[in-house]
């Protein structure tokens, strides 16, 4: 991957606020992979006492647009399909791990899951992307990092 639009990235999602906002962390980035994880909260809850499915796509959300715009490229959602398979406890990481499939020259499709500490498949995700002619808006102006 190259480096100068892995720090770019990075240092964008560190900015993000709504990524803040969640708790989303992005802790391993590579070449149409990436890891983000996040510790849910108890404003996490949904009327159940459980983590709100919302959150949870949130979290495999940023995984997907990290992974997708990893090659520097910009990339946007056109579909993203979510299976909920278990009810993540509280008090525990969950971690979303996005991997891209097959990449062409207009889409790409990847593969994400979302685990807690120990392994229990939490949500898994199939997600299209559209892949825009242009580069990263904040490649072109250092000054937009």
Request: hydrophobic residues 40%; neutral net charge; aromatic residues 6%.
């Amino acid at each position: 991957m190259d480096e100068t639009v892995r720090s770019a990235i990075m240092e964008r999602v560190s900015k993000e606020g709504y990524a803040e906002k969640l708790g989303l962390k992005l802790v391993e980035l590579s070449s149409g992979r990436a890891v983000v994880e996040m510790m849910p909260q108890k404003d996490d809850e949904n009327i159940f006492g459980m983590v709100h499915g919302g959150a949870i796509f949130s979290l495999m959300d940023e995984a997907f647009q990290v992974s997708c715009n990893s090659h520097g490229r910009m990339a946007v959602a056109l579909n993203v399909n979510v299976t909920f398979h278990a009810p993540p406890p509280f008090g525990q990481v969950l971690r979303a791990e996005s991997k891209e499939r097959h990449r062409s020259k207009k889409t790409a499709t990847y593969h994400i899951t979302v685990t807690d500490e120990t392994g229990t498949l939490i949500a898994s995700c199939q997600a299209l992307a559209y892949r825009k002619k242009e580069p990263l808006p904040f490649l072109a102006d250092p000054s937009t990092r």
